[in-house]
């Protein structure tokens, strides 16, 4: 093989594959995240507002894209009604059921007094 | 054989070809005339030890592929009985060669079982051949030309036919068999799923088979059989429910209903109403297509928070921004994994709608009306025993197709009645003479009641979906026919009915039944959406009904109630136990004042099952299909969001954003609900609603922005909707 030696053609070619970057996933731990489901909360009490009697349907569309670009930000790859769906099924593992509970029970006028 | 490699082992194929061809043939000197071999009976029983020993022994499928190959079915048995002159009758050796050719046409025309887990190599190689093959055959049977081909197997069974059922011998009770199996297996044969019959669909159509059962007196024969079931006949029962099934499943009944004339003019109006549809689609794509070419290349940003910006191609985006964020969604390419629809599309579905020709609605129109008149009780009763005793001959999918057949034969009943009252109204009003429903009776008594929830029960928990759904079709017919009975003219009529809702109104574990199939609804398929969210639908409606029944109504069958007791009692035949002789009228309407007011709690606690959010997905997903709903399913789906937001006051349980999202796109598009259509406007005045009284709840309630994404459990929805925790009992 000496003679061949300077074209490279015998040595080794070292097959590496870099590790597949991880795939990103819509579970619990990003739902409660700064982006998920708090970031939804502190812009639906700054920007959601309706216009009320007579606009219904402006306002379902408002409210429609208000949860839309949230979940574009959130999860960008999936449509819409998927990640809906996807988003509703992390609602029932428990770590999502307490969490709710929480943000319920803040809303009760009687839990700031204890 | 042509040299190359052959499927079929060459010394089979050599034999059976010798036997097919020593059976006969027609030849020039004889003007074209079919000639038997000298030898044919011996060939024919031959062959058909070939099938039983080779194929059926071995489980292999060689001989039939060779005897399809070879066209003995067209070219030799077809000829054979079409030779066999009615006045020869009596010769006994052609009625044996007749015979001898139904034998072979049996195994030949014999449903090929795909299913099994036996399947072997050689099977996957034969049987789509076969499956063409068969379509062949049924082809050749049913068009034969100079001959009735299937009346001259009625022909073969008649002697023994003729017999007392208990003179019989064992070989008559065979024939019978044989002849009924072939009817049965010429009405089963269709072209399998995804497989293009080259030939004329029309020669083997459903049309084609009813109008062949007409000629060829096959639909009598069906008549008398099920007609004299348990007198002449007994054990063929369920041979008869098997062609039954196949002869009318899928068939639409109110189209069946029509007379010719209103048909000509309903598939004229069918073709205004699609034509209106496609235009109201579009209409639809109009609104939403591009203005200019399609490379104008106009392009969008979205100016989002924290600076950032999504661009959007195309000129839609530039003017309004809803569409814009649906062409957004529509570049996303990821599609979640998603499981597949479980519905059935074998030989036994029931879902796929069959159409009929003008000439083969008449013929089955009239066939049904017979049946009903002479057959209908008869069969039933006698198959619903069968099933309740598990006799041997029952097999696993009898019952689906006894449900089946019920519900299917009560709502063509119930169809006709309509008619019949209508078109009398019009005649003359006064002379109406009134039909009881005893002729349908043998299906509304309590044994047949036991029969279908035990039946319910048990497809329920072994989750064998399409013999759920047919059982649940069952029941709802069942429901819709015991209402029309409480408003009929008769007093025994309305007694019965009065009865029967009375016992289901009080019977806790079909409420349950009812109203967990409806929330546990799992890719079954649209087919069995259809049926579970028809029954829930009618159950909830009549029992409503039946807990608002007027006062006057129960004073009334309370009256009656007493006069019989009273008759009874002048006849000297009374009882120790009855208590309610000797009421006055007063004591009657105070009494009767009680119950509703039970009644109307009962049915209030009833109705809270199915605020559920399991129930509310159900129908979310059957109103998904809306733009190929009928008007009554959009009705049907209406009432229950209706009932769920605004009887029983829950309409937090429809506050999820998909919910919301579908509803708004039924309205508003694209893709929407057509705008002139009929259930439109109700839909729109109901979504209207539940917006307004969705925006205001997250205003009132900014946690419900949350749980805007989620479902809701009983106690959550509750304290959202109210505002306060649900009061349980608690003592401390």
Not at chain 2, 284 to 300: D, K, L, V
Request: hydrophobic share 40%; charged share 30%; proline share 3%.
């Amino acid at each position: 093989g000496g003679k061949s030696a300077g074209l490279g053609i015998d040595e080794e070619v070292e097959v590496t594959r870099k590790p597949r970057a991880p795939r990103v996933k819509l579970d619990e731990h990003r739902l409660l995240s700064a982006a998920g489901i708090p970031k939804l909360r502190k812009k639906a009490r700054d920007h959601l507002k309706f216009k009320g009697k007579g606009h219904e349907y402006a306002d379902a569309s408002r409210l429609l894209a208000f949860y839309q670009l949230w979940l574009d930000d959130l999860f960008p790859k999936a449509r819409f009604l998927d990640a809906l769906a996807m988003v509703e099924k992390m609602g029932h593992k428990k770590m999502m059921q307490s969490a709710r509970m929480a943000w319920i029970d803040e809303g009760k006028p009687h839990s700031s007094s204890g | 054989a042509d040299g190359k490699r052959d499927v079929v082992d060459p010394e089979v194929r050599a034999y059976v070809s010798s036997l097919v061809t020593a059976l006969g043939g027609s030849g020039a000197d004889e003007d074209g005339r079919y000639v038997l071999g000298d030898d044919a009976l011996a060939c024919l029983r031959d062959l058909k030890k070939w099938l039983k020993l080779y194929d059926e022994k071995a489980n292999r499928l060689d001989v039939a592929r060779c005897l399809a190959e070879s066209n003995l079915v067209g070219g030799d048995l077809l000829q054979i009985l079409a030779a066999w002159p009615e006045n020869a009758t009596d010769d006994r050796l052609k009625s044996k060669i007749a015979l001898a050719c139904l034998e072979l046409l049996i195994p030949l025309t014999w449903p090929i079982d795909k299913n099994q887990k036996e399947m072997t190599v050689n099977h996957h190689r034969h049987v789509p051949y076969l499956e063409i093959a068969q379509l062949g055959y049924k082809r050749s049977i049913i068009n034969f030309d100079g001959a009735r081909i299937l009346h001259t197997a009625v022909r073969c069974a008649l002697p023994s036919m003729a017999e007392a059922m208990g003179d019989r011998s064992t070989r008559d009770e065979g024939i019978i068999k044989l002849l009924l199996y072939f009817v049965r297996n010429i009405a089963m044969i269709a072209p399998p799923p995804n497989v293009q019959y080259e030939g004329d669909e029309a020669d083997i159509s459903r049309s084609a088979t009813i109008d062949a059962f007409d000629y060829q007196d096959i639909l009598h024969l069906l008549l008398t059989v099920s007609s004299t079931i348990g007198e002449d006949f007994n054990t063929q029962d369920v041979v008869v429910l098997d062609i039954l099934f196949y002869l009318i499943k899928g068939v639409d009944i109110e189209k069946l209903f029509l007379d010719e004339k209103a048909a000509d003019n309903s598939k004229m109006d069918e073709l205004v109403r699609l034509r209106k549809k496609e235009a109201a689609m579009l209409r639809g794509y109009q609104n939403n297509a591009p203005t200019r070419h399609n490379r104008f290349g106009a392009m969008a940003w979205l100016q989002r928070e924290d600076a950032k910006r999504t661009t959007i191609s195309g000129q839609a985006a530039v003017t309004d921004s809803t569409r814009g964020l649906a062409k957004m969604d529509a570049t996303k390419k990821f599609k979640p994994p998603r499981r597949a629809l479980k519905g059935d599309n074998g030989p036994m579905d029931f879902d796929t709608p069959v159409p009929l020709s003008v000439q083969a609605t008449k013929h089955l129109r009239s066939f049904v009306e017979e049946f009903l008149d002479s057959g209908f009780n008869p069969l039933f009763n006698h198959i619903r025993k069968a099933i309740d005793r598990e006799a041997e001959r029952v097999l696993e999918y009898h019952p689906r197709q006894f449900f089946y057949l019920i519900s299917w034969f009560l709502e063509a009943e119930r169809v006709r009645r309509r008619n019949k009252k209508s078109s009398k109204g019009q005649k003359n009003a006064a002379q109406q003479e009134v039909d009881s429903y005893s002729l349908v009776a043998s299906v509304l008594n309590q044994e047949m009641f036991v029969t279908l929830n035990r039946a319910m029960d048990f497809s329920f928990e072994n989750k064998s979906w399409q013999d759920l759904s047919a059982a649940m079709k069952c029941f709802t017919q069942i429901l819709l026919t015991v209402q029309d009975m409480s408003e009929s003219p008769l007093e025994d009529d309305q007694e019965i009915a009065e009865n029967i809702l009375n016992r289901i109104f009080y019977e806790e574990t079909t409420h349950d039944r009812v109203a967990n199939i409806t929330r546990s609804y799992k890719d079954q398929g649209f087919g069995y959406l259809d049926a579970s969210t028809e029954l829930s639908h009618n159950y909830l409606r009549i029992l409503e009904q039946y807990s608002k029944q007027n006062l006057d109504l129960q004073v009334r069958s309370r009256r009656r109630v007493r006069k019989k007791k009273k008759a009874a009692r002048a006849a000297g035949q009374d009882e120790a136990d009855d208590n309610i002789v000797d009421e006055s009228e007063g004591e009657d309407a105070a009494r009767a004042e009680r119950t509703s007011h039970e009644r109307k709690f009962d049915f209030k606690r009833f109705a809270a099952r199915f605020v559920s959010q399991g129930c509310v997905d159900t129908f979310v997903t059957f109103t998904a299909y809306y733009n190929d709903l009928r008007p009554a399913q959009l009705k049907r789906a209406h009432r229950f969001f209706y009932r769920v937001a605004f009887k029983q006051e829950m309409s937090v349980m429809l506050f999820r954003v998909d919910i919301i999202a579908l509803f708004y796109k039924m309205i508003k598009g694209p893709e929407g609900l057509d705008s002139q259509s009929s259930s439109y406007k109700e839909w729109d005045d109901f979504v209207k609603q539940i917006l307004k009284r969705c925006t205001r709840k997250i205003q009132e309630r900014p946690e419900l922005v949350v749980e805007m994404l989620f479902s809701k459990i009983n106690s959550t929805a509750h304290y959202l909707e109210y505002g306060y925790e649900k009061q349980t009992v608690t003592t401390k």
